[in-house]
Protein backbone atom coordinates (compact mmCIF):
# COMPACT_ATOMS: atom_id res chain seq x y z
CA UNK A 1 0.00 0.00 0.00
CA UNK A 2 1.41 3.67 -0.67
CA UNK A 3 1.08 6.04 2.06
CA UNK A 4 -1.03 9.16 1.27
CA UNK A 5 -0.74 12.61 3.05
CA UNK A 6 -2.95 12.25 5.97
CA UNK A 7 -5.20 10.72 7.65
CA UNK A 8 -8.03 12.30 9.78
CA UNK A 9 -7.64 11.63 13.31
CA UNK A 10 -10.68 12.58 15.83
CA UNK A 11 -11.02 16.53 13.90
CA UNK A 12 -7.35 16.68 12.69
CA UNK A 13 -5.86 15.71 9.56
CA UNK A 14 -2.69 14.11 11.13
CA UNK A 15 0.72 13.53 7.93
CA UNK A 16 0.32 9.85 7.45
CA UNK A 17 3.38 8.79 9.04
CA UNK A 18 2.86 10.04 12.41
CA UNK A 19 -0.99 8.78 12.85
CA UNK A 20 -0.18 6.41 15.73
CA UNK A 21 -1.26 5.18 18.78
CA UNK A 22 0.29 3.54 22.05
CA UNK A 23 0.97 -0.28 22.27
CA UNK A 24 -1.18 -0.76 25.22
CA UNK A 25 -4.48 0.98 23.19
CA UNK A 26 -7.08 -1.38 24.15
CA UNK A 27 -8.51 -2.16 20.96
CA UNK A 28 -4.45 -3.35 20.00
CA UNK A 29 -5.33 -6.22 23.02
CA UNK A 30 -8.60 -7.22 22.54
CA UNK A 31 -9.98 -6.53 19.16
CA UNK A 32 -12.48 -4.02 20.40
CA UNK A 33 -12.83 -1.82 17.52
CA UNK A 34 -15.33 -1.48 14.42
CA UNK A 35 -13.86 -0.20 10.75
CA UNK A 36 -15.19 0.45 7.44
CA UNK A 37 -14.26 -0.40 3.98
CA UNK A 38 -15.57 3.04 1.30
CA UNK A 39 -14.93 3.48 -2.04
CA UNK A 40 -14.98 6.37 -4.03
CA UNK A 41 -14.88 5.97 -7.72
CA UNK A 42 -14.13 8.70 -10.02
CA UNK A 43 -17.15 9.58 -12.73
CA UNK A 44 -17.54 9.36 -16.35
CA UNK A 45 -17.88 13.12 -16.30
CA UNK A 46 -14.84 13.80 -14.40
CA UNK A 47 -16.35 14.62 -10.72
CA UNK A 48 -15.83 12.06 -7.86
CA UNK A 49 -18.08 10.19 -5.86
CA UNK A 50 -18.23 8.02 -2.62
CA UNK A 51 -20.42 4.84 -3.37
CA UNK A 52 -22.91 4.83 -0.65
CA UNK A 53 -21.44 7.51 2.03
CA UNK A 54 -24.27 8.01 4.55
CA UNK A 55 -25.21 3.92 4.46
CA UNK A 56 -21.16 3.03 5.56
CA UNK A 57 -21.65 5.95 8.03
CA UNK A 58 -24.41 5.00 9.49
CA UNK A 59 -23.03 1.20 9.61
CA UNK A 60 -19.85 2.36 11.34
CA UNK A 61 -22.41 3.72 14.26
CA UNK A 62 -24.74 0.86 14.28
CA UNK A 63 -21.26 -1.68 14.44
CA UNK A 64 -20.39 0.62 17.60
CA UNK A 65 -23.58 0.66 19.09
CA UNK A 66 -24.00 -3.62 18.73
CA UNK A 67 -20.45 -3.52 20.79
CA UNK A 68 -21.40 -1.28 23.60
CA UNK A 69 -18.59 1.32 21.31
CA UNK A 70 -20.43 4.99 21.84
CA UNK A 71 -18.93 6.81 18.35
CA UNK A 72 -19.23 10.66 19.31
CA UNK A 73 -20.27 11.65 16.02
CA UNK A 74 -23.38 11.84 13.33
CA UNK A 75 -23.36 10.09 10.40
CA UNK A 76 -23.40 13.14 8.86
CA UNK A 77 -20.40 14.49 10.48
CA UNK A 78 -18.23 11.01 9.83
CA UNK A 79 -19.73 11.89 5.99
CA UNK A 80 -17.96 15.16 6.06
CA UNK A 81 -15.22 13.84 7.45
CA UNK A 82 -14.02 11.15 5.25
CA UNK A 83 -15.10 13.67 2.48
CA UNK A 84 -12.67 16.22 3.91
CA UNK A 85 -9.88 13.45 3.97
CA UNK A 86 -10.24 12.30 0.38
CA UNK A 87 -9.79 16.37 -0.77
CA UNK A 88 -7.00 16.52 1.60
CA UNK A 89 -5.67 13.81 -0.06
CA UNK A 90 -6.11 15.12 -3.69
CA UNK A 91 -7.78 11.83 -5.07
CA UNK A 92 -10.10 11.36 -6.99
CA UNK A 93 -10.65 7.29 -6.55
CA UNK A 94 -10.05 5.57 -3.16
CA UNK A 95 -10.26 2.75 -0.80
CA UNK A 96 -11.26 4.43 2.50
CA UNK A 97 -11.09 2.91 5.88
CA UNK A 98 -12.98 4.72 8.70
CA UNK A 99 -11.63 2.83 11.91
CA UNK A 100 -13.22 3.29 15.58
CA UNK A 101 -11.20 2.13 18.22
CA UNK A 102 -10.67 1.99 22.26
CA UNK A 103 -7.32 4.10 23.49
CA UNK A 104 -4.94 3.75 26.07
CA UNK A 105 -6.14 3.48 29.79
CA UNK A 106 -7.66 0.66 31.46
CA UNK A 107 -6.30 -2.73 30.83
CA UNK A 108 -8.49 -5.06 31.78
CA UNK A 109 -11.42 -6.66 29.10
CA UNK A 110 -14.02 -3.93 30.69
CA UNK A 111 -13.01 -0.75 28.21
CA UNK A 112 -13.94 1.49 31.29
CA UNK A 113 -13.60 5.39 30.10
CA UNK A 114 -11.00 4.41 27.92
CA UNK A 115 -11.63 7.06 24.74
CA UNK A 116 -13.07 6.24 21.70
CA UNK A 117 -11.16 7.53 19.29
CA UNK A 118 -11.62 7.29 15.54
CA UNK A 119 -9.37 8.11 12.57
CA UNK A 120 -10.10 8.21 8.33
CA UNK A 121 -7.60 6.60 6.11
CA UNK A 122 -7.79 6.83 2.10
CA UNK A 123 -5.48 4.90 -0.17
CA UNK A 124 -5.63 3.63 -3.44
CA UNK A 125 -6.56 -0.18 -3.80
CA UNK A 126 -7.06 -1.69 -7.13
CA UNK A 127 -9.50 -5.08 -7.78
CA UNK A 128 -8.25 -6.69 -4.06
CA UNK A 129 -8.63 -10.36 -5.45
CA UNK A 130 -6.60 -9.26 -8.50
CA UNK A 131 -7.72 -7.62 -12.07
CA UNK A 132 -7.94 -11.04 -13.70
CA UNK A 133 -10.33 -12.20 -11.07
CA UNK A 134 -13.15 -9.63 -11.99
CA UNK A 135 -13.24 -10.92 -15.37
CA UNK A 136 -12.32 -14.47 -14.87
CA UNK A 137 -13.43 -15.68 -11.45
CA UNK A 138 -11.81 -17.17 -8.90
CA UNK A 139 -11.35 -20.19 -7.17
CA UNK A 140 -12.58 -21.04 -3.74
CA UNK A 141 -12.59 -23.76 -1.14
CA UNK A 142 -14.93 -24.41 1.53
CA UNK A 143 -12.89 -23.66 4.69
CA UNK A 144 -12.64 -26.20 7.89
CA UNK A 145 -13.45 -22.96 10.17
CA UNK A 146 -17.48 -22.07 10.54
CA UNK A 147 -18.52 -18.63 10.43
CA UNK A 148 -18.96 -17.89 14.35
CA UNK A 149 -22.77 -19.02 16.00
CA UNK A 150 -25.31 -16.09 16.02
CA UNK A 151 -25.03 -15.73 19.59
CA UNK A 152 -20.91 -16.18 19.76
CA UNK A 153 -19.70 -13.25 17.47
CA UNK A 154 -21.83 -10.29 16.58
CA UNK A 155 -21.58 -10.60 12.98
CA UNK A 156 -23.77 -7.94 12.01
CA UNK A 157 -21.18 -5.56 13.61
CA UNK A 158 -18.30 -4.85 11.38
CA UNK A 159 -15.62 -5.75 14.14
CA UNK A 160 -12.28 -5.79 14.22
CA UNK A 161 -12.28 -9.19 16.36
CA UNK A 162 -14.88 -11.03 14.37
CA UNK A 163 -11.77 -10.86 11.76
CA UNK A 164 -9.90 -13.76 13.44
CA UNK A 165 -12.27 -15.70 12.01
CA UNK A 166 -11.60 -14.87 8.56
CA UNK A 167 -8.21 -14.47 8.98
CA UNK A 168 -7.84 -18.41 9.87
CA UNK A 169 -9.98 -18.92 6.45
CA UNK A 170 -8.17 -16.70 4.38
CA UNK A 171 -4.48 -18.25 5.30
CA UNK A 172 -6.00 -21.63 4.57
CA UNK A 173 -7.48 -21.00 1.29
CA UNK A 174 -4.44 -19.20 0.27
CA UNK A 175 -2.24 -21.99 1.31
CA UNK A 176 -4.08 -24.73 0.10
CA UNK A 177 -3.69 -22.67 -3.32
CA UNK A 178 -7.23 -21.19 -3.46
CA UNK A 179 -8.07 -17.60 -3.88
CA UNK A 180 -10.85 -16.98 -1.24
CA UNK A 181 -12.95 -19.12 1.73
CA UNK A 182 -16.36 -20.00 1.98
CA UNK A 183 -17.61 -20.39 5.34
CA UNK A 184 -20.40 -22.53 6.39
CA UNK A 185 -22.59 -21.59 9.68
CA UNK A 186 -22.97 -23.64 12.49
CA UNK A 187 -25.42 -25.41 10.86
CA UNK A 188 -24.04 -25.93 7.81
CA UNK A 189 -25.28 -24.00 5.28
CA UNK A 190 -23.31 -21.12 3.60
CA UNK A 191 -22.52 -18.09 4.93
CA UNK A 192 -20.20 -15.90 3.35
CA UNK A 193 -16.67 -15.33 2.45
CA UNK A 194 -14.04 -13.84 4.83
CA UNK A 195 -14.84 -10.23 3.53
CA UNK A 196 -17.59 -10.57 1.45
CA UNK A 197 -20.92 -11.88 0.75
CA UNK A 198 -21.82 -14.83 -1.89
CA UNK A 199 -24.67 -14.61 -4.26
CA UNK A 200 -25.37 -18.29 -6.43
CA UNK A 201 -27.34 -17.80 -10.03
CA UNK A 202 -29.04 -21.61 -10.42
CA UNK A 203 -32.12 -21.78 -13.15
CA UNK A 204 -32.51 -17.74 -13.51
CA UNK A 205 -33.08 -17.10 -9.54
CA UNK A 206 -30.21 -15.33 -7.63
CA UNK A 207 -30.12 -16.61 -4.36
CA UNK A 208 -28.11 -15.12 -1.00
CA UNK A 209 -27.80 -15.67 2.45
CA UNK A 210 -30.45 -14.32 4.53
CA UNK A 211 -28.82 -11.20 7.02
CA UNK A 212 -28.12 -14.33 10.02
CA UNK A 213 -24.65 -15.26 10.20
CA UNK A 214 -23.16 -12.61 7.94
CA UNK A 215 -22.53 -8.90 7.63
CA UNK A 216 -25.05 -6.91 5.23
CA UNK A 217 -22.83 -6.06 3.04
CA UNK A 218 -24.10 -2.22 1.24
CA UNK A 219 -22.98 -4.03 -1.87
CA UNK A 220 -25.05 -7.38 -1.34
CA UNK A 221 -27.81 -4.91 -0.83
CA UNK A 222 -27.06 -2.65 -4.01
CA UNK A 223 -26.96 -6.25 -6.14
CA UNK A 224 -29.95 -7.45 -4.65
CA UNK A 225 -32.14 -3.96 -5.70
CA UNK A 226 -30.26 -3.63 -9.03
CA UNK A 227 -30.49 -7.55 -9.99
CA UNK A 228 -34.69 -6.96 -8.93
CA UNK A 229 -34.96 -3.69 -10.94
CA UNK A 230 -33.68 -5.65 -14.11
CA UNK A 231 -36.43 -7.58 -13.59
CA UNK A 232 -34.13 -10.79 -11.71
CA UNK A 233 -35.89 -12.89 -9.08
CA UNK A 234 -33.54 -12.51 -6.06
CA UNK A 235 -34.16 -14.96 -3.02
CA UNK A 236 -32.74 -14.41 0.33
CA UNK A 237 -32.10 -17.98 1.46
CA UNK A 238 -30.55 -20.64 3.19
CA UNK A 239 -28.60 -23.18 0.58
CA UNK A 240 -25.88 -25.92 0.97
CA UNK A 241 -22.43 -26.24 -0.50
CA UNK A 242 -23.79 -29.25 -2.63
CA UNK A 243 -26.43 -26.66 -4.05
CA UNK A 244 -23.26 -24.33 -4.91
CA UNK A 245 -21.53 -27.13 -6.38
CA UNK A 246 -24.68 -27.62 -9.02
CA UNK A 247 -25.07 -23.47 -9.62
CA UNK A 248 -24.70 -21.69 -13.00
CA UNK A 249 -22.98 -19.36 -12.24
CA UNK A 250 -22.16 -17.88 -8.49
CA UNK A 251 -20.08 -14.36 -7.36
CA UNK A 252 -18.61 -12.44 -4.49
CA UNK A 253 -19.59 -9.18 -3.95
CA UNK A 254 -18.56 -6.37 -1.50
CA UNK A 255 -16.76 -3.05 -1.58
CA UNK A 256 -13.40 -4.18 -1.91
CA UNK A 257 -14.04 -7.61 -4.22
CA UNK A 258 -16.62 -5.39 -6.17
CA UNK A 259 -17.95 -8.51 -7.72
CA UNK A 260 -16.30 -10.85 -8.44
CA UNK A 261 -17.17 -14.22 -10.58
CA UNK A 262 -16.36 -17.69 -8.71
CA UNK A 263 -15.45 -20.15 -10.87
CA UNK A 264 -14.41 -22.67 -9.06
CA UNK A 265 -15.77 -24.68 -5.44
CA UNK A 266 -14.12 -27.52 -3.96
CA UNK A 267 -12.51 -28.57 -7.31
CA UNK A 268 -15.72 -28.85 -8.86
CA UNK A 269 -16.21 -25.91 -11.73
CA UNK A 270 -19.10 -23.64 -11.45
CA UNK A 271 -21.36 -23.91 -14.77
CA UNK A 272 -19.22 -22.76 -17.73
CA UNK A 273 -15.91 -22.18 -15.52
CA UNK A 274 -16.48 -18.11 -16.14
CA UNK A 275 -18.05 -15.51 -15.18
CA UNK A 276 -21.80 -16.29 -16.32
CA UNK A 277 -24.06 -14.17 -18.15
CA UNK A 278 -26.41 -12.97 -15.37
CA UNK A 279 -22.86 -11.88 -13.46
CA UNK A 280 -21.42 -10.36 -15.89
CA UNK A 281 -24.27 -8.10 -16.32
CA UNK A 282 -24.76 -7.69 -12.68
CA UNK A 283 -21.25 -6.90 -12.64
CA UNK A 284 -21.37 -4.44 -15.95
CA UNK A 285 -24.71 -2.22 -14.49
CA UNK A 286 -22.89 -2.09 -10.80
CA UNK A 287 -19.77 -0.45 -12.46
CA UNK A 288 -21.78 1.78 -14.61
CA UNK A 289 -23.55 3.00 -11.22
CA UNK A 290 -20.28 3.66 -9.37
CA UNK A 291 -19.00 5.76 -12.23
CA UNK A 292 -22.25 7.48 -12.26
CA UNK A 293 -23.40 6.77 -15.28
CA UNK A 294 -26.52 5.70 -14.16
CA UNK A 295 -28.95 8.23 -13.14
CA UNK A 296 -31.93 5.90 -11.41
CA UNK A 297 -29.16 5.10 -8.72
CA UNK A 298 -27.84 9.23 -8.10
CA UNK A 299 -28.89 8.90 -4.82
CA UNK A 300 -25.87 6.54 -3.70
CA UNK A 301 -23.34 8.86 -5.27
CA UNK A 302 -21.86 11.51 -3.11
CA UNK A 303 -19.96 13.34 -5.64
CA UNK A 304 -16.92 15.82 -4.22
CA UNK A 305 -14.28 17.68 -6.01
CA UNK A 306 -10.59 17.59 -5.73
C1 LIG B 1 -17.26 -5.75 4.89
C2 LIG B 1 -17.71 -7.15 4.79
C3 LIG B 1 -18.50 -7.62 3.74
C4 LIG B 1 -18.88 -6.77 2.56
O1 LIG B 1 -19.64 -5.64 2.92
P1 LIG B 1 -19.72 -4.37 1.97
O2 LIG B 1 -20.56 -3.41 2.73
O3 LIG B 1 -20.36 -4.82 0.71
O4 LIG B 1 -18.33 -3.90 1.76
C5 LIG B 1 -18.93 -8.94 3.78
N1 LIG B 1 -18.58 -9.76 4.80
C6 LIG B 1 -17.80 -9.35 5.81
C7 LIG B 1 -17.43 -10.30 6.87
C8 LIG B 1 -17.35 -8.03 5.85
O5 LIG B 1 -16.59 -7.63 6.87
Redesign the pocket.
Known sequence: MDATKYIWSDGKLVPWSEAKVHVLTHSLHYGSAVFE?IRAYQCSDGSSAVFRLKDHAQRLINSGKIIRMEIPYTAEQLSEAIVETLKANGMHDAYIRPLSFVGYGEMGVYPGNNPVQTIIAAWSWGAYLGAEALEKGIRVKTSSFARSHVNTSMSKA?AAGNYIN?ILAKIEAKEDGYDEAIMLDTNGFVS?A????VFIVRNGIIKTTPWTS??G????DSIMTLARDLGYTVEEQQFTRDEFYIADEAFF????AELTPIRELDRRQIGAGHAGPVTKHLQQEFFKIVKGENPKYAAWLAHYSV
Open positions: GKSETGENILGITRTGTA
